[in-house]
Antibody, heavy 116, light 108 residues
Framework: EVQLLESGGGLVQPGGSLRLSCAAS????????MTWVRQAPGKGLEWVSA????????TYGDSVKGRFTISRDNSKNTLYLQMSSLRVEDTAVYFC?????????WGQGTLVTVSP | EIVMTQSPATLSVSPGERATLSCRAS??????LAWYQQKPGQAPRLLVY???TRATGIPARFSGSGSGTEFTLTISSLQSEDFAVYYC??????????FGQGTKVEVK
């Protein structure tokens, strides 16, 4: 069974940093591109970032470019999102998802709250 | 950036009735269109990709159609578990991948 389990969310002040993790199981993690998608409270879905199978290619949405870094450790079957210079508007549930084009499996999400 | 527009924002339907949800792209995305269902407090669930291919385990009452800029998700006979928010998403051009704003299907 494919499982994606996010962790690392929490409350952080504006300007702070946080690292999210997504532990994958039930499939060959190193064979799939991976993606982060977020959802602000009561709002729609927003694509954040994607990473290629090897990690050599990364792509970011304009709202997070230069502040967030996506990475992966295929030996640990884990996807990461390093978030820095956090803003109030980054408050959201962050989901990891499998694939880079459309997303067939999603984690349950982890809540990031940016507040003074 | 390709803008995806869904209509209506809210659709009130009685159980057993048909629901028709629309999604329009600001430019052609070919057949590179997916639909997701999201229930409160849950992650989105992939329903359809390639505009009309049902994802694994998705009931046949869900069907997708369209190409280019106009797409439709039809739920042939609404079940109680189908009341949720539905999103379309294009994956033809990126970055960014873009979503519609969602259609909430509620009980009439």
């Amino acid at each position: 069974e494919v499982q994606l389990l996010e962790s690392g969310g929490g409350l952080v002040q504006p300007g702070g940093s946080l690292r999210l993790s997504c532990a994958a199981s039930g499939f060959t993690f190193s064979s799939y591109d991976m993606t982060w998608v977020r959802q602000a409270p009561g709002k729609g879905l927003e694509w954040v970032s994607a990473i290629s199978i090897s990690g050599s290619t990364t792509t970011y949405g304009d709202s997070v470019k230069g502040r967030f870094t996506i990475s992966r450790d295929n030996s640990k079957n884990t996807l990461y999102l390093q978030m820095s210079s956090l803003r109030v508007e980054d408050t959201a549930v962050y989901f990891c998802a499998r694939r880079y084009d459309f997303w067939d499996y999603w984690g349950q999400g982890t809540l990031v709250t940016v507040s003074p | 950036e390709i803008v995806m527009t869904q209509s209506p924002a809210t659709l009130s339907v009685s159980p057993g009735e048909r629901a028709t949800l629309s999604c329009r792209a600001s430019q052609s995305v070919g057949n590179n269109l997916a639909w997701y269902q999201q229930k409160p407090g849950q992650a989105p669930r992939l329903l359809v990709y390639g505009a009309f291919t049902r994802a694994t385990g998705i009931p046949a009452r869900f069907s997708g159609s369209g190409s280019g800029t106009e797409f439709t998700l039809t739920i042939s006979s609404l079940q109680s578990e189908d009341f949720a928010v539905y999103y379309c998403q294009q994956y033809d051009k990126w970055p960014p991948r873009t979503f519609g704003q969602g259609t909430k299907v509620e009980v009439k």
